[in-house]
T-cell receptor, first 114, second 114 residues
Framework: DQQVKQNSPSLSVQEGRISILNCDYT??????FLWYKKYPAEGPTFLIS?????DKNEDGRFTVFLNKSAKHLSLHIVPSQPGDSAVYFC?????????????FGKGTKLSVKP | SAVISQKPSRDICQRGTSLTIQCQVD?????MFWYRQQPGQSLTLIAT?????????ESGFVIDKFPISRPNLTFSTLTVSNMSPEDSSIYLC???????????FGEGSRLTVL
């Protein structure tokens, strides 16, 4: 049973517009949520994270929103650029972090068109 | 963030053979994670490797198939034994670092089993 779900396998956005990537989770015991970006032939690159005690975290063009009641988080990219085209993974860490491992979604492929 | 180097970066292997993947980190870490990403799938944790003790394997993964060594705090190996085409994946190691959740990855090792 998938604990972290990304229901959209792909998303296409025009350059300059907003990209919104969504993620749902089932386990209330996650304490951190993270977004990673992955280009082909490269490993995942950490983008931004949010603690479960917050509802928003912003870093430049990237903002992550967390809605705990809905068990939903989203990544907003504004404005979108062609270089943002990649696969984006949502991930979550179990509460307490004694192990520290992350549970990943299947990813959403973002295409930003010039 | 830690600098992570893996070898080989990619390989094509024959069914029934075994391959050892090396992971070198530029700082000392007590815990190392080994993940696998099968085509079109999420990153899945294989095992957690601690220096000086046996690795802890996740459900569905066993030591006979994926033996792990952790001879010191900056190095680990994962062997994929008796490979089948289903083992074709990207294998990634990641050191456990801080308490804010993020894990860092290198470029990974892309294995194709024929």
């Amino acid at each position: 049973d998938q604990q972290v779900k990304q229901n959209s396998p792909s998303l296409s956005v025009q350059e300059g517009r907003i990209s919104i990537l969504n993620c749902d989770y089932t386990n209330s015991m996650f304490d951190y949520f993270l977004w990673y970006k992955k280009y082909p032939a490269e490993g995942p690159t950490f983008l931004i994270s949010i603690s479960s005690i917050k509802d928003k975290n912003e870093d430049g063009r990237f903002t992550v929103f967390l809605n705990k009641s809905a068990k939903h988080l989203s990544l907003h990219i504004v404005p979108s650029q062609p270089g943002d085209s990649a696969v984006y993974f949502c991930a979550a860490r179990g509460y307490g972090g004694s192990q520290g491992n992350l549970i990943f979604g299947k990813g959403t492929k973002l295409s930003v068109k010039p | 963030s830690a600098v992570i180097s893996q070898k080989p970066s990619r390989d094509i292997c024959q069914r029934g053979t075994s391959l050892t993947i090396q992971c070198q980190v530029d700082s000392q870490v007590t815990m190392m994670f080994w993940y696998r990403q099968q085509p079109g799938q999420s990153l899945t944790l294989i095992a957690t490797a601690n220096q000086g003790s046996e690795a802890t394997y996740e459900s569905g993964f066993v030591i006979d198939k994926f033996p792990i060594s952790r001879p010191n705090l900056t190095f680990s190996t994962l062997t994929v034994s008796n490979m089948s085409p289903e083992d074709s994946s990207i294998y990634l190691c990641s050191p456990r670092t801080g308490n804010t959740g993020e894990l860092f990855f290198g470029e990974g090792s892309r294995l194709t089993v024929l």
